[in-house]
């Protein structure tokens, strides 16, 4: 399945596997057999295409952790400008770092975007004096304090 481009991937999808994928996208721990049930068919064959669907790279269950629960008071979207050669050279180090929870390079205004957690406001200055600004190649960043999170979506 190497050879497979995305949109044959789509393509390959049926009307089971897009069940499967939205009930585990509901509760990543949903029992197959209960998912079996709402399908009427076996668990076996639900922990077939679960399986498929994995090794296609399609799902991959993970924990989700709410920061804000676990002491981090302090998110920010961050936009970093970087010197045009070392852009990639750049998010590899940014993403590396670990206040860091997501990172994009992407085109427009800025050239990288990364998502940070910091324990208080304190804890983000250090972050951006000590790690982020010391990276050679970021040229200026702006930051975008979280207010409120408004949507959340893992797709």
């Given at each position: 399945m190497d050879n497979v481009t995305r949109t044959q991937y789509a393509d390959m999808l049926d009307d089971t596997d897009r069940f499967v994928i939205d009930a585990m996208r509901q509760d990543g721990r949903v029992a197959f057999a209960q998912i079996a049930q709402q399908l009427n068919v076996s668990p076996g064959m639900i922990r077939v295409r679960y399986n498929r669907l994995v090794e296609m790279g399609l799902v991959k269950v993970?924990?989700?952790?709410?920061?804000?629960?676990?002491?981090?008071?302090?998110?920010?979207?961050?936009?970093?400008?970087?010197?045009?050669?070392?852009?990639?050279?750049?998010?590899?180090?940014?993403?590396?770092?670990?206040?860091?929870?997501?990172?994009?390079?992407?085109?427009?205004?800025?050239?990288?975007?990364?998502?940070?957690?910091?324990?208080?406001?304190?804890?983000?200055?250090?972050?951006?004096?000590?790690?982020?600004?010391?990276i050679e190649g970021v040229r200026e960043s702006e930051s975008f304090m979280h207010l409120k999170i408004q949507k959340e979506v893992y797709f």
């Open positions: 993970v924990a989700i952790t709410n920061p804000l629960r676990m002491g981090y008071s302090t998110m920010a979207m961050i936009g970093i400008r970087t010197d045009g050669d070392k852009m990639l050279e750049v998010a590899e180090k940014v993403s590396a770092l670990e206040e860091v929870i997501y990172l994009i390079v992407v085109s427009g205004r800025y050239d990288i975007l990364c998502e940070v957690v910091c324990r208080d406001n304190a804890d983000l200055l250090r972050f951006l004096a000590e790690k982020l600004y010391k």
